[in-house]
């Protein structure tokens, strides 16, 4: 049995906050994307999941053996491939029987075919590092591919992987996504790639309601979607003209009682009718005047709830915004000028040796390579940060860099903090209208960087750069959609496309370079 239930499962903050409350899902032994907004509690759920933490309430059932790869895995610096795969003891079996040296029981209990198998889990990930290779030596998308191979070769009965193809190059993707799809049974991936999120036979998807399961991959989740947003904002302008309705006919019967009360006034004044009989007319009035108001008052209570939980559900549906103030660059302006840059972190090994390229007017640029090609050190030659060993940059537009280590940020700043020291000369105003459209409204503001979560760090990192009251002619991004969530993805594409200024973009993500439409590739 490889399915996973999870039983009333709640947990919450360490300050209380609920985060999940009160989940019934059941994932099958079939390929499961899990999506929604970054804080949901995507990663939280898998590692309950997977035991490394123990949920407030609620059960859990699993089978027998789970495996987890976390998007941060721990290193430590002495281990090795070997380690990781936790076959040291049976390599080193199998290195005393080559030698000669092997007892009976090693020869009993060795695994002849251990060396070919470890070789194939490793070439199917794209890795020809020998089993002694420490794990210090490899790059970070290598150490993911590593950590991915060696959860298949244990053959758990379930795989939980947490954003697996974060930080990959394009072949790096690939290879994860390949290895997803060939996997046979109970597979849960939390991802905003939507290549891979392709490869699902079902999706969930974790919001502030809770969670629910759409069959079939990301482009049919995307379709009901669409047509749920489209069906919750019928609901809420029907319950707002309902709302609307009720009100005007409270106004009308508190119209009516209060001419009602006035007749009665002028009656009573008048010595017109005898006391005893306007004292009863009174008394029928109050009684029937008291219990009209009760329905009214339950009618608006109705009438205003109704249009709370109608507009929870549009809040929830709806994408956030991002508003790039225009930049006014004209075409035909010179950018950037990049002249036989070359520049290494040791003299005698350049990452980028000879790198020229020139930006006119509004153009879009991907800068490509393999991970640790120098695509990101690129980019910060040529917002300054580092000096190149030879070669020039000549920058001629205001430009603006958003690294994807998000360096511009301090974590012991608040959200507005750091805005305000970015962007000096914006009023108080300006500052805050910013940062709603990224989602920080009122006290969101006042959180400070270094709680955030990654995607929320970026989100701070999107509004103090791409929000900025003086105009960006020229975006540097580094992988600006790493750790957002599908939706501010899919916002964030719509928002560069509306941009008119110059990008050069580092990014392994096909969809979203196609989508912002970059026109010509650097390779290094």
């Known amino acids: 049995m490889s399915s996973i239930v999870l039983a009333s499962l709640s947990w919450h903050t360490p300050s209380g906050t609920p985060l999940l409350d009160e989940l019934d899902l059941t994932f099958g032994p079939?390929?499961?994307?899990?999506?929604?907004?970054?804080?949901?509690?995507k990663?939280?759920?898998?590692?309950?999941?997977?035991?490394?933490?123990?949920?407030?309430?609620?059960s859990i059932t699993r089978p027998p053996s789970v495996g987890f790869l976390s998007q941060n895995p721990e290193q430590h610096g002495d281990e090795t491939l070997a380690d990781l795969f936790g076959v040291k003891?049976?390599?080193?079996?199998?290195?005393?029987?080559?030698?000669?040296?092997?007892?009976?029981?090693?020869?009993?209990?060795?695994?002849?075919?251990?060396?070919?198998?470890l070789e194939a889990a490793l070439a199917g990930m794209g890795l020809d590092q020998p089993p002694d290779a420490p794990l210090s030596t490899l790059s970070g998308g290598q150490r993911t591919?590593?950590?991915?191979?060696?959860?298949?070769?244990?053959?758990?009965d379930a795989l939980l992987l947490d954003e697996p193809t974060n930080h990959l190059d394009r072949a790096g993707r690939s290879q994860v996504i390949d290895a997803v799809r060939r996997w046979q049974g109970c597979v849960i991936v939390a991802s905003h790639d939507r290549t891979l999120l392709g490869a699902m036979d079902a999706i969930v998807e974790l919001t502030t309601l809770g969670a629910r399961t759409y069959g079939g991959n990301y482009d049919t989740y995307r379709d009901?979607?669409?047509?749920?947003?489209?069906?919750?904002?019928?609901?809420?302008?029907?319950?707002?003209?309902?709302?609307?309705?009720?009100?005007?006919?409270?106004?009308?019967?508190a119209e009516r009682k209060a001419r009602t009360d006035r007749q009665g006034r002028r009656l009573r004044a008048s010595g017109g009718q005898s006391k005893l009989v306007l004292d009863a007319a009174k008394e029928r009035s109050e009684g029937s005047g008291g219990s009209a108001a009760r329905l009214r008052d339950r009618q608006m209570e109705n009438a205003e709830s109704a249009?709370?939980?109608?507009?929870?559900?549009?809040?929830?549906?709806?994408?956030?915004?991002?508003?790039?103030?225009?930049?006014?660059?004209?075409?035909?302006?010179?950018?950037?000028?990049?002249?036989?840059?070359?520049?290494?972190?040791?003299?005698?090994?350049?990452?980028?040796?000879?790198?020229?390229?020139?930006?006119?007017?509004?153009?879009r640029i991907a800068v490509e390579g393999a991970n640790g090609s120098g695509k990101s050190t690129l980019l910060a030659c040529i917002n300054g940060a580092l000096r190149p060993q030879s070669g020039s940059v000549a920058l001629h537009v205001p430009a603006a860099l958003l690294d994807q280590d998000l360096g511009l940020l301090d974590p012991d700043e608040s959200v507005r903090d750091a805005f305000a020291r970015i962007d000096p000369d914006a009023s108080e105003n300006d500052r805050r209208a910013a940062l709603a459209r990224f989602l920080f409204r009122g006290d969101d503001a006042h959180q400070r960087i270094g709680s955030l979560s990654g995607g929320q760090r970026l989100r701070a990192g999107l509004a103090c750069t791409l929000g900025h009251s003086q105009p960006r002619q020229l975006l540097l991004l580094d992988e600006p959609s790493n750790h957002l969530d599908i939706e501010s993805v899919e916002t964030l594409e719509a928002a560069l496309v509306a941009y008119d200024g110059a990008i050069l973009v580092v990014s392994h993500d096909d969809v979203f370079l196609e989508r912002i439409g970059v026109e010509r590739r650097l390779v290094l």
């Open 30 to 41: 079939v390929r499961t994307g899990l999506v929604g907004r970054n804080g949901t509690g």
């Open 43 to 58: 990663t939280t759920l898998l590692r309950l999941i997977a035991g490394e933490m123990a949920p407030r309430s609620g």
């Open 89 to 117: 003891d049976q390599l080193a079996r199998l290195a005393r029987a080559e030698r000669g040296e092997a007892t009976a029981d090693d020869l009993a209990d060795a695994d002849w075919a251990l060396e070919a198998r």
């Open 145 to 156: 591919r590593a950590g991915l191979a060696a959860l298949m070769f244990a053959e758990p």
């Open 224 to 253: 009901i979607k669409a047509t749920e947003l489209a069906s919750a904002e019928n609901e809420l302008a029907r319950t707002e003209r309902a709302l609307a309705g009720t009100r005007a006919r409270v106004h009308l019967a």
């Open 307 to 363: 249009v709370a939980t109608a507009r929870s559900a549009v809040e929830v549906l709806q994408p956030l915004s991002m508003n790039i103030p225009p930049s006014g660059l004209v075409a035909g302006r010179d950018v950037l000028r990049v002249d036989r840059l070359t520049f290494g972190y040791q003299a005698d090994k350049p990452v980028l040796r000879d790198v020229s390229l020139t930006i006119r007017g509004p153009e």
